[in-house]
């Protein structure tokens, strides 16, 4: 069935180190990815996304990497800053039937001073 | 250029009673979907417009809630009569393209809906 399983649901770091979150899709189809940023009482917007054909993107101290053959991708966040204390969304596009995304269950990051 | 707007931004109300929500999406974004996030659980997709059709309305929980768009611009999610398990934040989102070539979603900044 549609299904992204996203780790941790809670992950506190300390400010500088770094923060990996991790989800999983069960739809081998799925060729979009995106990450979504909800900062507390506001909208989820998006951080950074990758499709099926890259193994890794990158855009300044964030970065997602990809693994189709074990349909599993991850968002790493380097040198870490208080304002990226947020609750961080995972998605995969679901092919089958109208197209649509899936959603992980939220990570809840904070950044320790 | 304005976002996507929702309104209202938090409504209360007791079981039985019942709701209306409304989206207005980006103008021109022909793609509207409807989400809902359960406390701590998943953003969980509930259908998809496409101008005023349903492409895709499997996520909706039962007869319980009813979408529309008429004329293809905003949309309204009611329910009725509201359960208790019906609480939650209740997310728009729009989009320009659809299909395998589906942008980026846009979302507002939600609903929260409390069912006493």
């Known amino acids: 069935g549609e299904n992204v399983e996203q780790h941790p649901s809670t992950l506190s770091v300390q400010e500088g180190d770094s923060a990996v979150i991790k989800c999983t899709y069960s739809?081998?189809?799925?060729?979009?990815f995106p990450w979504y940023k909800q900062e507390l009482g506001k909208r989820p917007q998006l951080i950074i996304d990758i499709r099926s054909n890259v193994g890794e993107k990158k855009d300044q101290r964030i970065a997602v990497t990809l693994n189709k053959t074990a349909k599993h991708f991850s968002l790493h966040i380097t040198e870490t800053q208080p304002e990226d204390s947020a609750v961080y969304f995972c998605?995969?596009?679901?092919?089958?039937?109208?197209?649509?995304?899936?959603f992980g269950q939220g990570t809840r990051l904070t950044i320790n001073p | 250029e304005a976002g996507v707007t929702q309104f209202p931004s938090h409504s209360v109300i007791e079981k039985g009673q019942t709701v209306t929500l409304r989206c207005d999406p980006i103008s021109g974004h022909d793609n509207l979907y409807w989400y809902r996030r359960v406390m701590g659980k998943e953003i969980k997709f509930l259908l998809h417009f496409v101008k005023e059709s349903k492409q895709d309305e499997s996520g909706m929980p039962n007869n319980r809630f009813l979408a529309e768009r008429t004329g293809g611009t905003y949309s309204t999610l009611k329910v009725q009569p509201a359960e208790l398990e019906d609480s939650g934040v209740y997310f728009c989102a729009s989009t320009l393209l659809g299909g395998m070539n589906t942008g980026e979603l846009f979302f507002g900044e939600g609903s929260r809906l409390t069912v006493l």
């Open positions: 739809d081998s189809a799925s060729n979009y």
């Open positions: 998605a995969a596009r679901y092919i089958q039937g109208a197209q649509k995304l899936v």
